[in-house]
């Protein structure tokens, strides 16, 4: 799926969206996977102040942490490399 689509899709239903899915939303703006911890998955970038925990729920993303990767790419106003 083209990036620009999903991440529409992140928008408008975090629900539905797949873990690999907002990995790939994560990667393309900008950042990298420092570590793994069990099932916790922890992204940074070097613009955030904050890392990005992101965690599989089954095959799907938690809703909670795709709403707090919309918030972090507005708030520190993250550009998506195409």
Do not use: W
């Not at 990036?3 to 900008?30: D, H, V």
């Not at 729920?57 to 490399?81: H, P």
Request: a positive charge.
């Amino acid at each position: 799926m083209k990036l620009r689509k999903l991440l529409q899709k992140a928008i408008n239903s975090p629900q539905n969206l797949r873990f690999t899915e907002i990995c790939q939303l994560a990667s393309a703006f900008g950042y990298r996977l420092d570590r793994v911890r069990g099932s916790h998955h922890i992204f940074v970038h070097p613009h955030a102040t904050r890392p990005l925990n992101l965690q599989a729920d089954g095959n799907k993303a938690k809703a909670y942490q795709v709403r707090q990767f919309l918030r972090d790419i507005e708030e520190f106003q993250l550009t998506m490399k195409e």
